[in-house]
């Protein structure tokens, strides 16, 4: 099959075809070098620019001040996970986490083998809906670092604004929302993000860090868990995920080429209202997750009457070519990721389907 399909997975997903491209364009010869990015050295003068084009392309985009460092890690967002209560909390210091759906609860997990990880807000109970407002949350007394997750990928969560943790330095999991809308980056102390859904493939995981929380690290940590030696060595201690730098410097060119991340925010926002519009105007056949105030604009989630049918949907709409709306294992329904790079056409041809759907089995 050459024809490509309309793909709904929550990551790895969908890329810009145009991305594709250019890298198939280059996969024998990186601009007539006679070697792919994966045969050449890290650190040779060719990959020395893709890597500081694709920086400075995330610096861009992002507004990311000078304060601030961008890191390539690996391990994923769920290293991630282990490394901040590593380098940032130690036995009987405190760490606050607000947990909004099963992400978060992974992270504070591993917060938990370091410190006191404290949730202080845990939406489990009422089935990981929510966002809290900032009334509800009541940050711990001298707490080491708050932690969220910006966009809930399972459940279909996301926060729309930026957390503010009142001088308390915020640390955020953005992994299915990074590079979708606008941040006060300067809002956070640290922002972590696995590649694979906004910014090109798995395997290779973004770190914006600012300089005073490098300087927290305690000496004599174990040297590939050392922020501070990561950025001192410009990510490149050890050979770095060569291939996925690469399409993320592509990714960045793409987005500059589309008008950037406020076009982007505004394409997400409509792509979002036309599914959420259809769902809502199913008279209950399809019901969202998500409280309104938090329906992510990246993962919408949402159920049908009965888990038979839903199957169904998932299995009907594949062999029409719309692909990966199962929901995930652990909370089942359907979700429909529909980060940058997915078209506003698939979304149209989803609630086409949806509509006809519903007229046969509604
Ligand atoms: C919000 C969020 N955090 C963390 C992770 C874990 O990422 P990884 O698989 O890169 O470890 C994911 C994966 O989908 C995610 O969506």
Same mark, same amino acid.
Request: hydrophobic share 35%; glycine share 10%; charged share 25%.
């Given at each position: 099959?050459?024809?490509?399909?309309?793909?709904?997975?929550? &990551?790895?997903?969908?890329?810009?075809?145009?991305? %594709?491209?250019?890298?198939?364009?280059e996969l024998l010869s990186l601009n007539g070098i006679g070697m792919s990015v994966m045969e050449i050295s890290h650190r040779s003068k060719h990959f020395d620019e893709i890597i500081e084009r694709a920086k400075s392309g995330l610096r861009n985009h992002l507004n990311i001040p000078e304060n601030y460092q961008i890191l390539f890690l690996q391990g994923g967002a769920s290293l991630q996970f282990s490394m901040i209560p590593?380098?940032? %909390?130690?036995? &009987?210091e405190t760490a606050d986490y607000v947990v909004t759906g099963a992400w978060g609860k992974k992270a504070i997990k591993e917060a938990k083998r370091a410190g006191n990880g404290v949730a202080i807000y845990d939406s489990e109970k009422s089935g990981f809906k929510s966002v809290p407002t900032d009334d509800e949350l009541s940050?711990?007394?001298?707490?080491?670092?708050i932690h969220y997750t910006s966009n809930e990928t399972i459940e279909g969560v996301e926060f729309k604004r930026d957390l503010d943790g &009142? &001088?308390?330095?915020?640390?955020?999991?953005?992994?299915?929302?990074i590079l979708s809308k606008r941040i006060g980056i300067d809002k956070y102390a640290m922002i972590y993000a696995g590649a694979q859904k906004n910014i090109g493939p798995s395997g290779v995981t973004l770190v914006i860090i600012r300089d005073d929380m490098l300087a927290k690290v305690p000496k004599?940590?174990?040297?590939? %868990?050392d922020y501070r030696a990561i950025a001192s060595k410009g990510s490149m201690l050890n050979t770095p995920n060569t291939w996925g730098i690469y399409i993320i410097d592509l990714v960045c060119q793409w987005l500059s080429e589309n008008g950037g991340i406020s076009a982007m925010e505004e394409r997400n926002e409509a792509k979002a209202k036309i599914l959420y519009d259809a769902i809502d105007s199913s008279d209950g056949f399809y019901r969202g997750h998500a409280d309104r105030n938090a329906r992510s604009f990246m993962n919408v989630t949402f159920n049908l009457p009965g888990e038979d049918l839903e199957k169904r949907f998932a299995e009907e709409a594949t062999s029409q070519g719309l692909d990966g709306l199962k929901g995930h294992r652990s909370v089942g329904g359907i979700r429909a990721s529909i980060y940058n790079a997915f078209p506003k056409e698939g979304v149209q041809t989803l609630v086409d389907f949806m509509e006809d759907f519903c007229k046969t089995h509604g």
């Amino acid at each position: 099959m050459t024809e490509r399909i309309y793909n709904f997975s929550a &990551g790895p997903a969908t890329l810009p075809v145009a991305v %594709l491209e250019k890298a198939q364009r280059e996969l024998l010869s990186l601009n007539g070098i006679g070697m792919s990015v994966m045969e050449i050295s890290h650190r040779s003068k060719h990959f020395d620019e893709i890597i500081e084009r694709a920086k400075s392309g995330l610096r861009n985009h992002l507004n990311i001040p000078e304060n601030y460092q961008i890191l390539f890690l690996q391990g994923g967002a769920s290293l991630q996970f282990s490394m901040i209560p590593i380098n940032f %909390l130690r036995e &009987g210091e405190t760490a606050d986490y607000v947990v909004t759906g099963a992400w978060g609860k992974k992270a504070i997990k591993e917060a938990k083998r370091a410190g006191n990880g404290v949730a202080i807000y845990d939406s489990e109970k009422s089935g990981f809906k929510s966002v809290p407002t900032d009334d509800e949350l009541s940050y711990s007394e001298n707490a080491n670092y708050i932690h969220y997750t910006s966009n809930e990928t399972i459940e279909g969560v996301e926060f729309k604004r930026d957390l503010d943790g &009142g &001088g308390t330095p915020v640390i955020c999991d953005m992994s299915s929302n990074i590079l979708s809308k606008r941040i006060g980056i300067d809002k956070y102390a640290m922002i972590y993000a696995g590649a694979q859904k906004n910014i090109g493939p798995s395997g290779v995981t973004l770190v914006i860090i600012r300089d005073d929380m490098l300087a927290k690290v305690p000496k004599n940590q174990h040297t590939l %868990l050392d922020y501070r030696a990561i950025a001192s060595k410009g990510s490149m201690l050890n050979t770095p995920n060569t291939w996925g730098i690469y399409i993320i410097d592509l990714v960045c060119q793409w987005l500059s080429e589309n008008g950037g991340i406020s076009a982007m925010e505004e394409r997400n926002e409509a792509k979002a209202k036309i599914l959420y519009d259809a769902i809502d105007s199913s008279d209950g056949f399809y019901r969202g997750h998500a409280d309104r105030n938090a329906r992510s604009f990246m993962n919408v989630t949402f159920n049908l009457p009965g888990e038979d049918l839903e199957k169904r949907f998932a299995e009907e709409a594949t062999s029409q070519g719309l692909d990966g709306l199962k929901g995930h294992r652990s909370v089942g329904g359907i979700r429909a990721s529909i980060y940058n790079a997915f078209p506003k056409e698939g979304v149209q041809t989803l609630v086409d389907f949806m509509e006809d759907f519903c007229k046969t089995h509604g």
